[in-house]
């Protein structure tokens, strides 16, 4: 007689479910404000992909490079995306309690680089310099002053999305 598959249970499904679509609107969090510069008179807001990838103005006839690439703050983000993706492993596969370990590694991991995103920012080399526009060598200070950088509600979802998916994860360990 041939051994029957034991069929996951539906809360394990639905944990793994709620990982993914919480990863995936964690990396949706890309798109949104992540870093809040404070300036006195105004606020300038970076998005995640601005801080990730970099961040260039036109002034005039200029091209000004602001951010530069950071991997520290593209990081969160593949690390999300990566947890969703062992999570589908997850539910799909035998191992499941090593992919859900390695899931939940890879949202609380997320999680905190989430939080922690002001400390990655890079500007760039020559953003201070020759720049004829203030406003913009206003921002360049006071991210390098680092006191008025605050996070926004792009990274604030981000961590707790990728929280939520964290316990999804470590929650689908004990229930098979």
Known sequence: MAKKRKK??????????????????????LFVNAVTVDLK???VNFTGAQLAFGYKETIGS??????SFSFMNLLPY?????GGVVAVLAALGKK????NVIATACFVAAAIFFFTATAYI????TAGEGVLNQTWKSVVDAIKD??????????ILGGVFSSVAAACSALKIFVK
């Open 8 to 29: 996951s249970s539906t809360l394990g499904l639905a944990l793994s479910a709620g990982a993914v679509l919480f990863a995936i609107v964690a990396v949706c969090m």
């Open 41 to 43: 008179l105004t606020d």
């Open 62 to 67: 200029k091209d000004i490079e602001i951010l």
């Open 78 to 82: 593949l690390l999300a995306l990566g």
């Open 96 to 99: 499941s309690f090593l992919l």
């Open 122 to 125: 890079t500007v760039a080399k």
């Open 146 to 155: 680092s006191e008025n950088v605050k996070l926004a509600i792009g990274s």
